[in-house]
Structures are given as C-alpha cells and as structure tokens.
C-alpha cells in the first residue's frame, strides 16, 4: 500500500467492511475500533473468495485480517463439519488464533479447536469427532490426527498458511506440502507472512490461483514508533545491567529475549532474586507452563518475561513497554520480529539491545538492514568494570557469566530531549 492509501485506511472503520452485524458485534465488544491498513485491504477480497498473500509487519493486525473472512464466508453454510483450516507454526499462536474466533465470532453459531503438540491427543481427538468448522493447527500435530483418520478434509472451503516464513524456519515446508496435497484442490487458500523468502515464494506460486499482494509497508522495517538503543557492556555485565534497567518503574511491561532456553531459565531465576516478577517461556516448558507464564505476563502478574525468538513467535499482548535484547541475535531479520512486540497498533515502545564486543558484527548487518545507525549510550552510576566472577570449579569461566554487585542501583538519566538512558535520540542516516 501506498502512503496516501495508508492514510485513507486509518480513517475508515469496520461498519465500512462487508461484514455481518454479528462478526461487527464481536469486534465492538473487543473494543476494536478502527481496522489496521492490512485488514482494509485483504479484508473485502478475502471475503469475496479469491485467494491471496498478505505481508505485514509483526503486529499489524493479519490474524484478523484472515479470520474475519473466514468467519463471514462461513456463516451461510451448513456446520457440524471440517470447512476452514488454519497452518500456523506454534502452539502460542494457534491458541491465540483460536482465542480470536471465540472472540470475534462469539454471536456466530461457529466453533474452532486448537491442535498442536506438547499435549495429549484425546481433548483435540474429541473436539475433532464431535464436529468443529475451524481447527487452527500446528502441522507435525496435524499430521497425526491425519494418520489416524481423525480429520475429515472433504468439505474443506478454505486453508490459511500463517506465519508462513516462520514455518520455513522451523523446518515445516515438508509437512506443509504433505497436508496441502491431502486437501480438495477447489478451495481459498490465504498465505501470511512477515517476510517472503524464496521458499514462500515458490509455495504460493504452487498451490494459490491468482492471487491478490496485499503488502503493507517493508517487510524487512522495523516497526513505526520504536526507538531504538544500543548499551554496550561486556557479556558478563550483561544481566546486571539488566536489572539495572529494569529498577526504572517506567518499564511496565517487558519482554527480554535471550538466544537459549537454558539462558532464559537462568536469567528469569536471576532477575526473580533480585525481587523483579519475572518468568520464562522456551519451547522445554511445558504446555501449561507456557500459557501460565503467558497469561502472567499479559495480566501483569509479571512484569518481566524472558523468551527465545521461536516462543516469543505467538506472544501477542497488547502494551509491551520495552523488548530488551539481552543477546544480539545472529539474522538482522530476527531483531525486526523482537522489537515488533512493542510499539503494537501504532503505539509508541523501546527497544534496547546490550552490545557485547563479540556481537559487532551482527550488529552492524541490523543497522544495515534497518538502513540507520543507532545511537549508544552508557547508565550512569552502572559499574561496568566489574570483573567476572569466579568461574565454579573444574569449569572455565564463559562469555555469559552473571557477577552483579548487590550496591543500591542508580535510577537512568531522565530522558529529557533524548532517551531515558542518556546519549541522543537522533538516528543518523547512513
């Protein structure tokens, strides 16, 4: 879309959309006002049928912008039977997805399971027999109730691939393939992504039928509204920082991303002994631990959540204050997903890195692909000559040690002109 066309989708609003009174009821009582330019421009064609490729920045409104299509297509057909299916490629997000249609479509008479692994078949087995119109799936958990004869496929009306370069990344693309050959080839088939790789690419060209390009903005820019910093501190500093940071009352709601599991537990373990609500999500937790540790987070039973990018994928909570990048992530890409969970819906949000020397390099191909060079600044009063701690016995000490002083913190320069963290606000260009 272009900026005019942006502009004018702001000023439209739901009632402007071919949608029923029942789907528009739904949106009113989540309090949804005005749609984001995605869903103004997927929405009508969605709706008529054809098929389509939707890309758009993390947060700018996809989930909706398929399923309220989905739910208006279906409202006049016969239920009780398999007509919608949504591929996505966590459990976070199929939840989430499944959340959307008992929310949006809670005046319709149409119902959705969540299928994905992690948990027990037998709830979702039921749910399957009994007779759903929307599943919202992970594919490796599909597949087995596939194998099983637990999915019928044959009224099927319309398939949605979500998050469809995340799927790549997880290695899905076979899965995908397999159940894409096992449904009816007469169908609406929507493909979403925040970016398009060239395997993306050659999937919608192989299963979609002339579809509508829908792009919103630049799949590989950061979000409108975030502003960016880096705070340079050796590795073993890092998590001391952090909780130097996070003695700020002004960072509400945070989400911290470390590049391992093992590193989120023992960060969130770290930050929870300094007295900051905090908790983890990682692919090792447990189903119920994840939604536990999710729904805390979103009710602001924790301030502070420490997550890996393949978690953090489904997290959708509305008023994340800062993303805190504890570890630089190796793919520029990577970074434009982390600091898409703040400045949400056209909000403002931080997004701070802590740059280890080690790090520099990937730091540079961000900025590059960001196209500015972002500004560093230093905490005053922080002790950033620290030694490291000593490493415990029989074990070389690591690039990732924790040693923090237990001083009363200092509080973050007030932000003044510039950030809250010192240094200027100015992006320079490159």
């Known amino acids: 879309?272009?900026?005019?066309?942006?502009?004018?989708?702001?000023?439209?609003?739901?009632?402007?959309?071919?949608?029923?009174?029942?789907?528009?009821?739904?949106?009113?009582?989540?309090?949804?006002?005005?749609?984001?330019?995605?869903?103004?421009?997927?929405?009508?064609?969605?709706?008529?049928?054809?098929?389509?490729?939707?890309?758009?920045?993390?947060?700018?409104?996809?989930?909706?912008?398929?399923?309220?299509?989905?739910?208006?297509?279906?409202?006049?057909?016969?239920?009780?039977?398999?007509?919608?299916?949504?591929?996505?490629?966590?459990?976070?997000?199929?939840?989430?997805?499944?959340?959307?249609?008992?929310?949006?479509?809670?005046?319709?008479?149409?119902?959705?399971?969540?299928?994905?692994?992690?948990?027990?078949?037998?709830?979702?087995?039921?749910?399957?027999?009994?007779?759903?119109?929307?599943?919202?799936?992970?594919?490796?958990?599909?597949?087995?109730?596939?194998?099983?004869?637990?999915?019928?496929?044959?009224?099927?009306?319309?398939?949605?691939?979500?998050?469809?370069?995340?799927?790549?990344?997880?290695?899905?693309?076979?899965?995908?393939?397999?159940?894409?050959?096992?449904?009816?080839?007469?169908?609406?088939?929507?493909?979403?992504?925040?970016?398009?790789?060239?395997?993306?690419?050659?999937?919608?060209?192989?299963?979609?039928?002339?579809?509508?390009?829908?792009?919103?903005?630049?799949?590989?820019?950061?979000?409108?509204?975030?502003?960016?910093?880096?705070?340079?501190?050796?590795?073993?500093r890092k998590v001391a920082l952090l909780i130097e940071l996070l003695r700020d009352e002004t960072m509400t709601s945070v989400l911290v991303f470390a590049r391992t599991k093992r590193r989120a537990d023992r960060v969130a373990r770290e930050l929870s002994h300094a007295g900051l609500s905090a908790t983890a999500i990682h692919g090792d937790r447990s189903q119920a631990q994840r939604v536990r540790a999710l729904e805390g987070f979103r009710e602001g039973h924790h301030r502070v959540l420490v997550a890996t990018d393949i978690a953090a994928r489904g997290i959708d909570v509305e008023g994340v204050s800062h993303v805190i990048n504890l570890d630089v992530p190796h793919e520029a890409e990577v970074y434009i997903h982390r600091v898409g969970r703040t400045a949400r819906a056209q909000r403002q949000g931080d997004a701070l890195t802590l740059l280890g020397h080690e790090e520099e390099d990937d730091w540079s191909q961000i900025e590059r692909l960001l196209g500015f060079t972002i500004d560093r600044a230093r905490i005053p009063g922080f002790d950033y000559d620290a030694p490291s701690p000593p490493a415990p016995s029989g074990r070389a000490s690591g690039g990732y040690g924790h040693g923090y002083s237990r001083r009363p913190p200092s509080r973050p320069a007030g932000r003044g002109g510039g950030p809250r963290y010192g240094g200027s606000s100015r992006r320079r260009r490159n």
């Open 1 to 236: 879309m272009t900026e005019p066309e942006k502009a004018k989708a702001r000023d439209r609003t739901f009632d402007e959309l071919p949608l029923s009174s029942e789907l528009r009821r739904g949106i009113r009582d989540l309090g949804y006002i005005s749609p984001t330019p995605i869903q103004v421009a997927a929405i009508p064609d969605a709706v008529g049928g054809r098929d389509m490729v939707g890309t758009a920045q993390t947060g700018t409104g996809k989930t909706a912008a398929f399923l309220l299509p989905i739910l208006e297509r279906l409202m006049a057909v016969p239920g009780g039977r398999l007509l919608a299916l949504v591929l996505t490629p966590t459990r976070e997000l199929a939840l989430q997805a499944e959340g959307f249609v008992r929310q949006l479509g809670r005046h319709t008479r149409l119902r959705a399971a969540a299928v994905y692994g992690g948990v027990g078949m037998g709830d979702q087995e039921k749910a399957l027999r009994h007779g759903v119109e929307i599943i919202i799936a992970t594919p490796g958990r599909l597949l087995d109730h596939m194998s099983r004869g637990y999915v019928d496929f044959s009224h099927l009306r319309i398939l949605v691939l979500d998050e469809a370069d995340r799927m790549l990344d997880m290695g899905f693309l076979p899965d995908v393939r397999r159940i894409l050959s096992a449904l009816p080839r007469q169908r609406q088939t929507m493909l979403f992504s925040a970016t398009m790789p060239v395997e993306v690419v050659r999937l919608s060209r192989d299963f979609l039928h002339d579809p509508k390009t829908v792009q919103v903005g630049s799949t590989t820019a950061a979000a409108i509204g975030v502003h960016h910093l880096a705070l340079p501190v050796a590795s073993h």
